[in-house]
């Protein structure tokens, strides 16, 4: 069992910049993969970046070059500093984990609680 808790959500004016923490604990395995996701109301859930412990990264064309997510392989965390937000990225974001097994097989997810974003004036 993998636990994962997230913090940073709030609310900031557009235009602003949040960072969101994710802290990983529990069965952790050396090959895996963390980032996050997002679910806006009545949308689906969407990719928004992940990272490997590796250091590979993939982002939402959506979110390229405004956001950029980064992991400490010691402590666990993933971060995902967002900037230039837009109301559009208001949602609620939820870590997501996953191990990758030889031969680069992705396992089953793993999912924080989520912590809410909200772009308003």
């Known amino acids: 069992q993998v636990q994962l808790v997230e913090s940073g959500g709030g609310l900031v004016q557009p235009g602003g910049s949040l960072r969101l923490s994710c802290a990983a604990s529990?069965?952790?395995?050396?090959?895996?993969?963390m980032g996050w996701y997002r679910q806006a109301p009545g949308k689906q859930r969407e990719l928004v970046a992940i990272i490997t412990n590796g250091g590979s990264t993939n982002y939402a064309h959506s979110v390229e070059g405004r956001f950029t997510i980064s992991r400490d392989n010691a402590k666990n965390t993933v971060n995902l500093q967002m900037n230039s937000l837009k109301s559009e990225d208001t949602a609620v974001y939820y870590c997501n984990y996953y191990r990758i097994y030889r031969g680069g097989v992705r396992g089953i997810d793993y999912w924080g609680k989520g912590t809410l974003v909200t772009v308003s004036s």
């Open positions: 529990g069965s952790i395995f050396s090959s895996n993969g």
